[in-house]
Structure formats: structure tokens, C-alpha cells
T-cell receptor
């Protein structure tokens, strides 16, 4: 049981390049999330997917797109990378554990630098 | 607006000393509250959570937290810290039964342990 996995671990892009961050979970969770982490700002939600086939914007969606490929996989795409997107990106998945409560499990992160 | 605040950006304690990390929330009812730990270069790991019931919650790695409704707080404590506790700690908040699975994170407290 690997939990939540992310690829790649590190990436350097030039401004304007595109790339896709991959995320997969093997816990049969319905919900999946993409966050970015910047110094002094905690984690901010980019997009989430409550179930296969649905996606919704979070707090900071501009410049990103997502695809919920199937129940296991949730990818994040940067179409035209900008230096402001330099960050650490975390994928998470969650299960419902009590009425209205969810517990999230996080991947190890992808450190992205845009020059 | 609902939010969670961690007033301390950085705390330094001696190994073996006690620890308390502060977390305050702003919400009109009782939220679901979580503490996560992030070791350098790693993802987030759940330490403990509070949904209802006993206001003193025990977690992993010897941590505990106490929910105080009167103070809108959920402070994390450990009686005696170990060098391996050096990490960043995040408090997170979830509105219960709102159909909203999205966690709101505090900005984090970085813990340094000195020998």
C-alpha cells in the first residue's frame, strides 16, 4: 500500500513551458486535491475532485488545469509556466471517517522551479 | 470568514523541554480541527484530530492537543521534545457537515530543537 504517490519529485521549467504533475492513490478514496505550498503561506488549495469525473476550483486555480483520469489518478497541468508558479505542490486524497468529516492523506510533494 | 491562525512563525526549544504550539480558529460553531507535521523535504503527516467529545485528544509521537471552545483554540503540546520533532507544524480547520471537504490550513510554525 503506497498511499499517495507523486511524480516527478523535482522539476525545473523555463517560463512558458508546460508540464503535468502526476498523482495516484491506492486507498480507493473518492476525493483528491492539489495544493501549493509557499513560504509563510501554508498550503493553499488549487483544485479538488470530489469524485471521478468531477473537479472544482480551490483558492488559487489561475494558471492550472486538472484531470481526474479515473478514481486513482488526478493530474495537474501548467499550460504556460510562470515564475510565480515556483512552489512545492502536494497531492492529497481523503476518506470520510465520521459524519461530515474527512481525513486527508498527502503525497511527498513535487518541488517546481520556473526560471 | 472562517479561518485558522498560528501566531508563532518559529519556535525554538531545548531537547527534553516541554512544547506548546498555538492554534486559534474563527468559526461560529465547533469545527473539525487537525494538526499535521511536515519534516524537511517530506509531505504532511496527520498527528491528531478533533471532531467532538473529549476535548483532550491524543495523537501519534507523544503529542496531544486540547480543544478550548471558550478560547477558540486547539493548542498542540508535548511534555518532552526529541531532536526528531524538529519540523513544521500545521493546524487545519474543516467546517463540519457543510458538504465542504476542503481543509483550511494555518501558515505553519517551524520548530527548532537545540541540544
Amino acid at each position: 500500500n503506497a498511499g499517495v504517490t507523486q511524480t516527478p519529485k523535482f522539476q525545473v521549467l523555463k517560463t512558458g513551458q508546460s508540464m503535468t504533475l502526476q498523482c495516484a492513490q491506492d486507498m480507493n478514496h473518492n476525493s483528491m486535491y492539489w495544493y501549493r505550498q509557499d513560504p509563510g503561506m501554508g498550503l493553499r488549495l488549487i483544485y479538488y475532485s470530489a469524485s471521478e469525473g468531477t473537479t472544482d476550483k480551490g483558492e488559487v486555480p489561475n494558471g492550472y488545469n486538472v484531470s481526474r483520469l479515473n478514481k486513482r489518478e488526478f493530474s495537474l497541468r501548467l499550460e504556460s509556466a510562470a515564475p510565480s508558479q515556483t512552489s512545492v505542490y502536494f497531492c492529497a486524497s481523503s476518506e470520510q471517517i465520521a459524519g461530515g468529516a474527512y481525513e486527508q492523506y498527502f503525497g511527498p510533494g513535487t518541488r517546481l522551479t520556473v526560471t | 470568514a472562517q479561518s485558522v491562525t498560528q501566531p508563532d512563525i518559529h519556535i525554538t526549544v531545548s531537547e527534553g523541554a516541554s512544547l506548546e504550539l498555538r492554534c486559534n480558529y474563527s468559526y461560529g460553531a465547533t469545527p473539525y480541527l487537525f494538526w499535521y507535521v511536515q519534516s524537511p523535504g517530506q509531505g504532511l503527516q496527520l498527528l491528531l484530530k478533533y471532531f467532538s467529545g473529549d476535548t483532550l485528544v491524543q495523537g501519534i509521537k507523544g503529542f496531544e492537543a486540547e480543544f478550548k471552545r471558550s478560547q477558540s483554540s486547539f493548542n498542540l503540546r508535548k511534555p518532552s521534545v526529541h531532536w526528531s520533532d524538529a519540523a513544521e507544524y500545521f493546524c487545519a480547520f474543516l467546517r463540519p457537515n457543510f458538504g465542504n471537504e476542503k481543509l483550511t490550513f494555518g501558515t505553519g510554525t517551524r520548530l527548532t530543537i537545540i541540544p
